[in-house]
């Protein structure tokens, strides 16, 4: 192959076309060790089924959801060593590795520092630097060698329900600029970035995750604003492009700019001068699965440009579809080898970082995985830029007076899912220290509880809403149960405050509906420190005690 460097890795012209093709695929698993803590099933394969897709389909990598980093770190260990050829190691690790495995650092989401960068652009941009060095090291600490991150989305409407907070900003030059930052600082650490979700996924209303969005722009809209960040990301040298499952006609009537060849070839290849790796964003969602289901989807995908196919519903199926494709001559060998080549060349990239002992002079599939790193996570500095973003980005408005020991008020606790809240435990400080001031905690969530207030049963209450954008549900909205304990307490005179965690919209709503007379604070993390640190400021002036003795923990 042309362009591949001498690096001691075995010529992909000497896989059959079955396992060429198999180095396209991406497949999903859990980062759990047992197979009965997988949570997903219908997703994500057990120990049995990942191991015939490494060693007998010979897949070309796996992205990784949930489990604790230990666990991911035993478990890459465990495929990379089952592989013939190295695998890609990747995660949607948007807010740092902690977002996805428990025990790394979790970084509040990309537009926190969007909002930084809207007073202190110097800041943002040394954060933005930061936050990637610091995934990148923790990544690669336990065996990830691919970034699914940044988002370069350009989130200017409010209404997305899948993009949101994920986005570093509502103005293309401001996305470009803290995105190249992320980047930048990834890459001094030899890991594969990602810039998604071509050619720009910002201004919808529908969740792709759900049914297919369409964007009436034109082109020269698209130019002016959506691909201004790719743009730069592709400038700043990031390593792949994941496509967006959207319908642009302007660029596309008949397919989603994911099948669409005009899109992915014609303007990320042949316009833009985009070389590195073409992924698809998940082939399981439903805007491509309901109208060309699983095979058909992977070939256009393969027929447009695409190199990677990510988390097909069925790889062993898109293995066989695409290779029949290619075998009946719809598409070419020629095709296939592109892809094979820079799927080479990013293989290549992050083996790089292995260091081989002199006897091992042969093929690359004798260097054994770098061990797991645990000491690398979680580290005081990382920590510490974690506080620091989430002060910087931080806002309070008042302070919430504490409630007289004879009359107890109400912590009420609104939160999107409770099943799946990874951010509140018995000791978290959302729950303790509002108890410290004679909050009792009152827990509702919008997706099991029917509980609306009434007006004898209403006491003096602080509100906490967890609320931000929520893929595969649909809306951002703030729900119609928080809303109505908002209004109804503040119709009794008994709001007290209002906290909000997530989404800086849901603070907007709030605001427009209660006036500027109610203390609020709002953080863009969820996590237990960001907690922390805007109840203190909240209750700063209510008693230096209470606060010491309250017992949460960061």
Known sequence: MTGVSATPFPSPEHLELARQVAQMVVVRTSGHLFDHEIGYPAWEANAATLAHYVQDLGVGGIIFLGGSAAEVGLKIQQLQTQAAVPLLMAADIEEGVGQRFSGATWFPPPLSLGAIAATNPDLAQHYAMALGAATAEEALAIGLNWILAPVVDVNNNPQNPVINVRAFGQSPEQVATLARAFIQGAQ??????????????????????????????????????????????IATGVDAVMTAH?????????????????????????????????????????????????????????????????????????????????????ISRDRIAASLERIWRAKQRVAGRLTLPPESCHAWEHVPPPPVQLDALAQPKTRQLVRDILQASMTVAGTVPPCPGQQPGHNLVIVDDVVHC??????AAAITLPQAFNYQLQLLDHQGCQRWPQTQTLAPSLVQLFIRGNPFRGSVTITDLATAWLQALHQAKLLQGVVIYGSPYVLEHCRAQLGEDIPYGFSYGQMPLAQSLLLKALFANSGEVALSDSGFTD
Do not use: C, W
């Open 188 to 233: 001094g650490h030899g890991i594969l970035t990602t810039a998604k979700h071509f050619p720009g996924h910002g201004d919808t209303t529908i969740d792709s995750h759900l049914a297919l969005p369409q964007l009436e722009h034109d082109l020269d809209r698209l130019h002016r604003l959506e691909l201004v960040p790719f743009a730069e990301a």
């Open 246 to 330: 959207l319908s642009i006609p302007a660029l596309d009537q008949r397919h989603p700019a994911t099948l669409s060849a005009s899109t992915l070839t014609g303007l990320l290849r042949q316009q833009l001068g985009f070389e590195g790796l073409v992924v698809t964003d998940a082939l399981v969602m439903g805007a491509i699965t309901q109208a060309y289901g699983p095979y058909e989807a992977a070939v256009l995908a393969v027929e447009a440009g695409a190199d990677v196919l990510l988390m097909p519903a069925d790889p062993e199926g898109v293995i066989q579809a695409v290779t029949e494709a290619v075998t009946i001559g719809r």
């Open 422 to 427: 990874r951010f509140l435990s018995r000791t």
